[in-house]
Every structure is written in C-alpha cells, then in structure tokens.
C-alpha cells in the first residue's frame, strides 16, 4: 500500500500528517518507524487482518532490532525517538502508597508506552523517562497464549488472538501508568493502569482470562475485585467459560451460613460443632492443612507409639491455640464446600476419608483460619486452576501464610522445632503406681480434660507434670458404652450416652481443678457410692424411723451384710424367669466370653441355674472372681461357666437386688475367734430371712442401718451388743444420742455379766495412752 503525502523538513511535521491520514481510512496499530507503520481494519466477527504500511519515497529514523539468527544486531538511526516525543506527552514517575489492612505497601508508579504485545496477559513496556525496555507480565491473571512449534510456527490456544486483540486495541502505543510489584524466577509482575480502567480486571470480567493463584498474592489493586470479575464471567459462560459448570452444593441457606457452639477441637483443622437444634457437627477449615510430619521424620522411631498431637511438631501448638480460642464460644460458620468421600482406592494408598463439610470460621470478625495460618501453625493448600472448590478468603489465606513465611512463624522457623515430651500413664499399671506419689504430694493440680471415655471416666493432661492419666470421678458411677470385646461388641448400657455427653459439654478440652461433683448428678444417668469425699452433710434433727422390709442373702467376715427389697421382689423374679428361659431357649456358647475386670456378665451358679453377676478380677482362665449383684455372694468359677449378659436384662432394665449394709454404733472385735463368733450369730438369725431395716447414717463404704426382727420388733445389732459379741461405736450427733445411750447400756449389762469378749473383763482398760496403746 503506497500513500502519497507531502515531503516534509520536519519529521515530527510528517508524523502528524501520517496520523491524520491513516486515522481517515484505518485504525493505527503500531509504529514501527518514521516511515513505516502497522494498521488494521473494522474488526467483524474476531480480530480484525493487520497489514504494514510503507511509505513512498521517503525514509525515517528507525529503533533499532533484536537481531535475526545470523545476522548483527541494529542500532538506533538519528531522530529515532522523535516521534515518540511527538505522539506522545511527557511524564514523571512519582511514588505513592497505598494502605492495606495490615500494613503499609509500598509501590513506584512509572509512566511507560506499550511498544508491544505477546499475549493478553503479556506485554512490552518503554519505561520513561529513562527508556528502559522490560517485558511484562499481567499479575494475578494468565490468558490463552500461543504456542510455538518445533517448525517455528505459532498455535494460538483457545481466545488467544481474541485476548491479544482487546489488549492490543486498548493499551498498544497507549500512555500508560506501570505499578511494578514482583520479580519472581525473572519474570516482572505488574499492573497496567489506564485512565479508562485497568485491563487485568477487564480481561477476566470478559472471559479472555482466569485468575492465578501464585501471582494473585503480590497484586496491590485489591485481590477481590479480580476475583469478582472471574465470577461474573463463569455466571455469563463467556470465552474460556463457555463450557464451565458451577458446583453445585444442595444446601439450604439455613444449612450454609448459621451460628454453632464449639464443643471440641479436632486435631488443627477440624472442630466439632453443636447446632441450635442439639446436633453435633464436624465443620473442617476450608483450605488449610495442619501441620505433618515429613521426610525422614516419618520412618524414625517406628516401634514407638506415635500420638500425632504431641509427635507431630506444632501440632499442639495449633491445636492449643484453636482450643482456648473456640472451646464453649459461640462462632459464624459459612460453608465454602462439601468434600465428597473417598476410598483408598481413589486415593492411591492414602487413607480413605468421609464426607467433610469445609466452611470458614470466624468468632469476632476474625478468620480463624487466617488466623491460624499467620502464626505459622498451618500450611495453604495449592489448587488446581480449574478447581473452584477453596476458600471464600483464599487470598487472604495465601497473603497470611507469605507473611508466616516472611517473619519465619511456626512451621516456617529456622530455629529447632519445639519437642513435647509427654508420659503416657493411662493404660500402665506401674507408671501409674509411680508417679501416684508425686501427684499427691502436689495437692491440686491443673489438668486439660483429654478425652471423656463415658460419664465418669477421663483422660487428663497435666501441663505441670507432663502426663496423660486416666481419671475416675470419685463417688459415682455411670453406665458404660459400647465396647469392642474379643467375644464381639458389647451393647451399650441405657443412659450411657447421655452420660457420656453430659460430661463432654461439661468439661472436654477444658481446663480443670479438683472439686466435688455432688451437684452434677443426674437421675438416671449415675449412681451414687457413697464415700467421705463426697458425703452430704444433713441438718441435725430428731431421728425419725422409716423402716422398710428386706430380705438378707449374705453376711460377709466383717460383718457387712447385703439385703435385698422385699417390693422389687416380684420385679426380680420375673427377670430371673424370662432369662432363664432365653437362655435355655439359645444356650451361650461355652467359652466365647472374655471377661474383664468390671464387666457385667451371667453365671452358673452350683445349683445349675444362671444368675447376674460382675467380674471382679481375672486370675487365669480358670480363676474368675465374680459376684452376684442380685444377692452379693461371691464365687471364683472358671470362664466357661460364664456368658454375656442379654442385653433385655441388663442393670438399666433392673438395677442390682443386693445392696450392701452395716450395722450402725457397733464396732467389730479385732479378736477372729470373737469375729467369727458374731458372725456366725448373725447367720444363725438373720440370713435368708425378712428383717425390717431403717438407715441411720452415711459411711465411707457403705449404709450404716439398724436391723429389726420382723415379727418381735427387736433390734438386731442391740441384740448383738447384749450378748457380749461386738462393742458399741459412739457416735456424736444429737440426733442418735438416745441410741447411742441404749446401746451404752446393754453394753454394760454384757460386761457386768462377763459374757463372750467380755468374760476377761473390760479388756480395754489396759489400752491407755500411758502404756503406749490407745484406748
């Protein structure tokens, strides 16, 4: 194409003149010299053709070229950059800030000319005023390129020369202002800004573009509008969004954003939830991964036990943190996505994992994650491109972890790795038995509630001592869980459950101090043993009678005795009928059950029949202590004589019959042959009949009673004292002081009359302070 103009002295003269001419019949694309120039059409359909244009007759000042393969480089010709004086105005770079959320950033805005376009997302820049030429690419965004073959030829992918185009039609040989911000693997990031707008944002809101993790990070203009503009395109399916496919997540409103109480912190990612409707859920951070061992770490030690969170280096650190942060508040929960299940085939070897719901956490307008991640206690995950299920806040997760990494924080430390060396007493009788002593000599310790094995049984960590022990609440009992027994599961106890949840609400990853939980008992969940520690006080007041009939089943060495109620009589009849029968009807497997100590089971008694019982210590196979909780006599019988015990008859559907009592205000002859002969009184007249029997007061073992005949209303223990077989034990309350004297008195008449421990005389009165006894 030859277009004739007029010579011209001046060059900046015909430059003008040229424009002019060429804006009448075209648009100016380039300029490649003071003579030559690229133009192109109407665009109709796609990028319009581009052509050179040279001018007749005349020859200009040209830049110089990048040499071709095999020939010289080509310098700068005289008055090579007067056109750009001519085409363009002059400006000075000026530094300016911009405040951001944490800190200051800093960044210099240089005035620049784009001589050049690679790509959409990838351009040339004349830096001014000092000329410097420098190849940049767009931050946080990658359009389609083109790809060179091994012949030299370019394959455009997808919308590349469309992207090419719509930069090149806004920004070529266009003014333009350069916010310089990173220099990674020698590639310079940037933004271009434009008085029109800023075309990095323009590029994604269109489709030419999708947005890049690993330079996101170090764009100044504010991640989250380029992260806006991605989203309407993919909503649109425009360009490179044509094919997209949203992800879809069948979850209410209600389901996706909503306020739950933390209840416990799982591991450094994970933390479980109560609803307002009473349910609990596991809600997992979005796009966090905690912290893990790595390397030659992972094969060291390998017969050692490995507990990951105090093995696994900062991971009680992070789980630390979350717990005093979250434990018992209220927090926002918005869910980003729902992790599908998958099994280890999937995954290659990996473990399977479960459906996980991965939301974002905050309590107080903080990110917990982000949170969590900026002290260095967890690591970002890196998504593929085109994986859209991440964090709503990924970027700031991403700007978090490169300021962990800056400053050196947890993980990302070069100093040692903090080492958690932590006893394990819980399950080793003999650490146990050692470190009792120290425990307590230290008196009140503080301990963080572990793990809540059921209503009553703990797992403690002690900060000050560095242990893990197993801890028992003094003074009750609840029912047990389900258990994996050698024989198979064993079925849960009514109320279990509910017990255990109690305790877990109550104190789980608490920080706790030794105090009476009298208060905390709840019917029907525990039961109560009555022991010092946990003895209510009563008012003093009258003693008042309230007898009640019982059936004596066994008397014990040390004078103990156990009773059982006559008005569940029936009750206990009946469940020993039915269970007979079902065992009779599907007899236990001789020798499937394993027992252990505490276990709940049924026995063969001598006379053929089965009875409930407990076990109470397992010597061998062929030496198992047991005993029969529905009339307290004890056996050591061999483990095939035993079964599980029917779940249809368990100590929920009848509590245990025998309840174990003492006399009150009598005291035991430390003489056996006295002992034995009390004893041997009391089976004469009280085992296997109906007494009536009125509690006097509470002991550390057990119920101290009173013990009438049922037909002469007599007193039994009275009876026993007047016979010159026990002493009496006085007691001090008001109230008992009229049977403390009673007592007294027949108490003297055995003495006067010398009978049984007696017949010596007051062998007591040796017993004084001076002749070192004690009275």
């Known amino acids: 194409y030859y277009i004739p103009v007029a010579e011209s002295k001046y060059f900046a003269a015909t430059t003008q003149y040229l424009q002019r001419a060429l804006t009448l019949i075209c648009f100016p694309l380039q300029v490649l010299s003071g003579c030559a120039v690229i133009v192109r059409g109407q665009p109709r359909g796609g990028p319009p053709p581009e052509r050179q244009i040279n001018l007749s007759n005349i020859r200009a000042g040209a830049l110089a070229r990048r040499a071709v393969q095999g020939q010289p480089d080509t310098k700068d010709t005289p008055d090579e950059w007067l056109l750009i004086f001519q085409m363009h105005s002059e400006f000075c770079f000026q530094a300016q800030s911009k405040y951001t959320r944490y800190s200051y950033t800093f960044s210099i805005v240089y005035s ?32 389609p390129t083109f790809k060179r073959e091994a012949d030299g030829s370019e394959t455009p992918e997808p919308f590349a020369a469309e992207a090419k185009f719509f930069t090149e039609s806004r920004l070529l040989q266009r003014d333009v202002q350069i916010i310089l911000e990173s220099c990674p693997n020698q590639v310079i990031l940037g933004t271009i800004l434009h008085p029109n707008g800023n075309i990095t944002e323009l590029l994604l809101k269109e489709g030419f573009a999708r947005c890049v993790d690993w330079s996101m990070a170090v764009y100044t203009q504010g991640a989250e509008k380029l ?3 991605e989203r309407s395109a993919k909503e649109r399916k425009v360009r490179i969004w044509k094919d997209y496919v949203a992800p879809t997540a069948n979850l209410d409103q209600k389901d996706r954003q909503f306020v739950a109480k933390v209840m416990q912190v799982m591991n450094a990612d994970a933390i479980v939830v109560k609803l307002n409707s009473g349910e609990y859920k596991t809600i997992h951070l979005s796009s966090i991964r905690p912290p893990r061992l790595e390397g030659e770490e992972k094969n060291k030690d ?9 093995d696994i280096p900062y991971m009680f650190e992070a789980r630390e943190f979350l717990r ?11 869910v980003d996505y729902i992790r599908a299940a998958t099994s280890a085939m999937e995954t290659g070897g990996i473990p399977a994992f479960p459906e996980r719901t991965c939301a974002t956490v905050t309590i107080g307008g903080i990110n917990i994650a982000e949170a969590l991640v900026s002290k260095g206690l967890a690591t970002v995950i890196r998504y ?4 859209d299920q991440r964090s709503s806040h990924y970027d700031e997760l991403l700007a978090a972890e490169a300021r962990a990494i800056k400053n050196g924080k947890g993980l990302h430390s070069k100093k040692e790795v903090p080492i958690h060396r932590v006893a394990d007493i819980s399950g080793e009788t003999q650490k146990a038995k050692q470190f009792l002593p120290f425990l307590q000599r230290a008196g009140r310790s503080e301990a963080v509630v572990e793990y809540v094995f059921s209503g009553s049984r703990l797992k403690l960590y002690m900060p000050k001592e560095t242990c893990l022990i197993t801890f028992l609440l003094a003074g009750i009992e609840c029912p047990r869980g ?21 305790t877990k609400e109550l104190v789980l990853q608490r920080e706790v101090r030794p105090l009476h939980i009298c208060s905390c008992h709840l019917e029907p969940v525990s039961t109560f043993h009555f022991c010092k520690e946990v003895a209510q006080l009563t008012e003093e007041k009258e003693r008042v009678a309230k007898y009640r009939a019982v059936y004596v089943t066994e008397i014990t060495d040390g004078l103990h005795f156990y009773a059982q109620d006559v008005e569940t009589g029936t009750k206990l009849e009946s469940l020993m009928e039915s269970m007979r029968g079902e065992i009779a009807a599907q007899p236990p497997v001789e020798g499937s059950f394993a027992p252990r100590r505490g276990d709940f089971c049924i026995a063969k008694f001598g006379d053929g029949e089965w009875y409930r019982a407990r076990v109470e210590k397992v010597e061998s196979p062929a030496k198992v202590h047991v005993f029969y909780i529905d009339y307290g006599n004890r056996e050591i019988l061999s483990s095939t004589r035993l079964a599980a015990l029917p779940p249809a008859f368990s100590t929920r559907t009848l509590p245990p019959q025998a309840t174990e009592y003492t006399f009150a ?5 430390q003489d056996e042959d006295a002992r034995t002969d009390a004893v041997d009184s009391m089976v004469r007249d009280i085992q296997n009949t109906q007494c009536l029997l009125n509690v006097e007061y509470s002991g550390a073992v057990c119920p101290h009673v009173t013990l009438q005949f049922t037909d002469s209303k007599d007193d039994v223990g009275l009876g026993l004292v007047k016979e010159g077989l026990v002493m009496v034990d006085v007691r001090k309350e008001k109230h008992l002081q009229k049977m403390v004297t009673e007592y007294l008195n ?12 007696w017949r010596y005389g007051d062998f007591r009165d040796d017993d004084a302070d001076e002749f070192g006894y004690r009275r």
């Open 112 to 143: 620049a000319i784009i001589e050049h376009v690679r790509d959409g997302s990838m351009l040339r820049a004349l830096l001014l005023p000092d000329y410097y030429l420098v190849t940049v690419m767009l931050s946080g965004i990658k359009c």
């Open 227 to 229: 992260r806006a503009a």
């Open 302 to 310: 390998k017969d050692k036990r490995f507990r990951p969170l105090y």
């Open 324 to 334: 005093k942060k979250l434990i018992g508040k209220k927090v926002n929960v918005t």
């Open 384 to 387: 593929r491109q085109d994986d």
């Open 482 to 502: 389900s258990r994996n027994m050698p024989g198979g599961m064993q079925v849960a106890e009514p109320y279990s459950e509910e017990a255990t949840i109690f």
């Open 665 to 669: 205000f009598i005291q035991v002859p």
């Open 746 to 757: 027949g108490q003297e008449s055995a003495k006067s009359a010398r009978l049984n421990i």
